[in-house]
């Protein structure tokens, strides 16, 4: 278990795009752009408070979805994803939450804070599948057939990730006009 802010994208529903890929589609409700997974501990404190403010002062956007790629490597992914194209907004949502937690005395983790590759997960990988060949498959995948090209980001969730299911515990609604 553990848990993370991001913004949960609904209504999608990938089951058509990845026919005859060897992986697992993520279950309808659970797609989500990870900005900072925090750990196995749930803040507390005045941290939403703090949170709140932060967030309800970003002014709303959207974000393009780019291509598929395997992660955590391509020598042993575990999930296919599809990458986040121009990820700045994203990236200065994630460093007003990072310093909104530390200034709320929220300890993460440095290896939480590394590099910054938001993407949309999509199917986990099965077990016994060899890579070149997924890579292979892959290059055959028509992006014209995914539900969606662009998300929009109008709110932030802390979420607590549980296996493959994914819960929002308190929702912090961006600036939209």
Known sequence: MGYLYGVMVTGL?????LA????????????HITLLYIGDRK???????????????????RVELGQPLLLPSLVKPRVLAI????????????ALIINALRDSGVNIADRYLGDFKPHL???YVRVKVDPQYLITLLSY????????RAIPVDRVSLVRAWGDNYT??????????
């Open 13 to 17: 529903n990938f089951t058509k795009a």
């Open 20 to 31: 005859g890929l060897p992986v697992v589609p993520v279950k309808q409700g659970n797609h």
């Open 43 to 61: 803040p507390s404190g005045g941290v939403g408070d703090k949170l709140r403010r932060v967030v309800e002062g970003f002014q709303c956007f």
């Open 83 to 94: 990458e986040i194209n121009d990820h700045g907004l994203l990236a200065r949502l994630r």
């Open 121 to 123: 997960t999509v199917a």
């Open 141 to 148: 995948v028509d992006l014209s057939t995914l539900p969606v």
């Open 168 to 177: 929002e515990l308190v929702t912090y609604r961006l600036s939209c006009s």
